[in-house]
């Protein structure tokens, strides 16, 4: 009788089922030395898109949009604006239609049509979290693409007031 000899996974048809198939060496190497590539950049990458995002958020300050948590310390590559008045849904959709793809929350509650429930709870009055527009900044993100963003941003932003005016909001 006895213990038989058992497997330390169930999954694969190795050995008669006592071990999973071969792993996978050059995936593995890869993923190392992708994540050594990361950690070796991410310094220089986080400041180049702090720089990008603050440009952006500079100009769209001046043309009138609130920053929201502008002031904190927070990740380099992700900006919070609205526009006072417009909202931030159809500021969303308009961008989309121009090529950008933003949201109007947080991407874990992309879905959601409510405000931001962390714009709320910064005490942000509710009909100014329903301007929020999330921008995500990434590695392809270059000057030009900030131009481009900025300028369709506040194009939008006096179709949608101009629209807002004619329909008495």
């Given at each position: ?100 793809a ?25 009909d ?17 693409n ?24």
């Open positions: 009788m006895g213990i038989g000899p058992s497997s330390s996974h169930t999954v694969g048809p190795m050995v008669a089922g006592r071990r999973s198939s071969t792993e996978n060496v050059a995936g593995i190497v890869g993923m190392g030395a992708a994540c050594e590539l990361a950690v070796a950049q991410q310094k220089t990458e986080a400041e180049r898109l702090g720089t990008l995002r603050d440009e952006m958020e500079a100009v769209l300050r001046q043309e009138g949009a609130l920053i929201f948590g502008g002031e904190a310390e927070r990740l380099s590559n992700t900006s919070l604006f609205g526009f006072p008045s417009i909202e931030g849904e159809s500021m969303v959709v308009m961008l989309d239609q121009s090529g950008f933003v949201a109007s929350g947080a991407a874990c509650s992309s879905m959601k049509e409510e405000p931001s429930h962390v714009l709320l709870a910064m005490g942000t009055p509710l100014t979290a329903r301007t929020a527009v999330r921008v995500s900044l990434g590695a392809a993100t270059s000057a030009e900030i131009a481009r963003f900025v300028s369709a941003a506040v194009s939008l932003r006096q179709q949608l007031g101009a629209m807002s005016s004619v329909c008495g909001d």
